[in-house]
């Protein structure tokens, strides 16, 4: 956890600006970047592999995992007043709110909803036939399911941050070697994801970015708000 989670979110708060107003004065990143895996002709050949649709649907399902294994364990913990698997029940009530508020609330039902933005093999400049819009601008490009923000980057965000806090209650029992294997895991799964979903045009950088920006800030707060209450 953060030790100090209110200039931590005051940070992250500056940062999603920052990004905003970077994207904003050059939109063309987004362009440029989604152009990398762009074949005209031929649309955005990762889309139509098995390997990085298989490794992103697993990813998915482990947040899938994650959420249930979460109310399970917190339902648990919560009963017989102790850890499950050495987190407290107030530690699976975070996951639970962190992928609930995050990837649920705020990414799918609010922003992918209202914010109206086509999907990288949806714009014209990828043989599409809707228009590209900056992250900033609020448009009509996309009625459900839009490009913005990214969907699975928040999930794969999420169980990053989760499999985090499980790391750090088991720490006195991992070794060095597992430690590392672990670390490694938790930066991979959100990198892989957030490539994968550029590669096979579904969502722009900006989106990925953000996405990852969104949960950081909902994870932020949770322990913000979780201090207040009682320290962790």
């Known amino acids: 956890m953060p030790d100090d989670p209110l200039s931590l ?3 992250l708060a500056a940062l999603v600006l920052a ?21 005209p002709g031929e ?3 990762v889309a139509d592999m098995i390997w ?10 482990a947040s899938i995992g994650m959420v249930a294994g979460a109310a399970v364990a917190c339902a648990v913990a919560g009963l ?4 499950v698997l050495r987190l407290s ?4 009530a975070f996951i639970l709110a962190l992928y609930l508020l995050g990837p649920g609330l705020l990414v799918e039902s609010v922003l992918k909803r209202f914010w109206g933005r086509a999907r990288p093999a949806e714009v014209t400049a990828f043989g599409g036939t809707r228009q590209f819009t900056a992250p900033h601008e609020i448009a009509d490009q996309c009625l459900h399911n839009c490009s913005f923000t990214a969907g699975e980057m928040a999930g794969a965000v999420a169980l990053a941050l989760s499999l985090a806090l499980i790391r750090a209650r088991w720490r006195d029992r991992l070794g060095a070697r ?3 294997v672990t670390r490694l895991v938790i930066i991979a799964l959100p990198v892989l994801a957030g490539a994968q979903r550029i590669a096979a045009g579904r969502h722009f950088l900006s989106d ?5 920006l969104v949960v950081m800030l909902v994870a932020t707060a949770l322990v913000l708000i979780m201090r207040l209450r009682r320290p962790l």
């Open 178 to 180: 597992s430690r590392s």
């Open 9 to 11: 979110l005051l940070r």
């Open 52 to 61: 990085p649709d298989r490794l992103r649907r697993a990813i998915w399902g």
């Open 89 to 92: 029940a107030r530690d699976w």
């Open 43 to 45: 649309g955005f050949p």
């Open 19 to 39: 990004v905003f107003a970077l994207f904003a004065l050059w939109p063309g990143i987004d362009l440029a970047v989604s152009g990398l895996f762009h074949v």
């Open 208 to 212: 990925v970015i953000l996405s990852t």
């Open 80 to 83: 017989r007043h102790g850890p």
